[in-house]
């Protein structure tokens, strides 16, 4: 079994909905086949580096999936017939991209802990808020 890894762009005209069907199409195509689904990332409505079939943006998803060398052509031919796919690829990681994406993985889960971190945002504008009270402390002391 092989570590692929698919990217593929959706049109943006779909709605959330039909955009999150596609996605489980394709997924579904993978598990059908024998693949196992090791991550997926939905990296939401990007610009595109240039215009394809007149459209300037996409839904940009990322897949990662263990699996036989004939999943990648099943995949690849659900892609293509698919109108709602601008573009896709799909490659084979080696040890060294493997490792990449495990660190990755790993960096994206740790990510929302650092983002809960909002508090300290808080305690902050607490003494801001205590300030003036010191000045009008110090203005009657000054007469």
């Not at 997924?27 to 394809?52: M, S």
């Not at 943006?57 to 690849?76: A, C, H, M, R, S």
């Not at 003036?132 to 000054?142: H, I, K």
Request: proline share 6%; no cysteine; glycine share 2%.
């Amino acid at each position: 079994m092989n570590n692929y890894e698919t990217v593929f762009i959706l049109t943006p005209v779909l709605s959330d909905a039909q955009m999150k069907e596609a996605v489980e199409k394709f997924k579904k195509v993978l598990t059908d086949n024998g693949a196992a689904i090791v991550n997926e990332e939905n990296w939401g409505l990007r610009k595109l580096a240039y215009p394809i079939q007149k459209k300037t943006t996409g839904f940009y998803t990322l897949i990662e999936f263990d699996g036989e060398p004939t999943i990648v052509n099943k995949l690849e031919t659900a892609f293509r017939r698919d109108e709602k796919v601008l573009r896709f690829l799909t490659f084979r990681l080696d040890k060294f991209a493997e490792e990449y994406a495990i660190k990755r993985r790993n960096l994206k889960k740790n990510a929302p802990k650092e983002e809960v971190a909002e508090p300290a945002q808080e305690e902050v504008a607490a003494p801001v808020a205590e300030a003036p009270a010191a000045e009008e402390a110090q203005e009657p002391a000054n007469e």
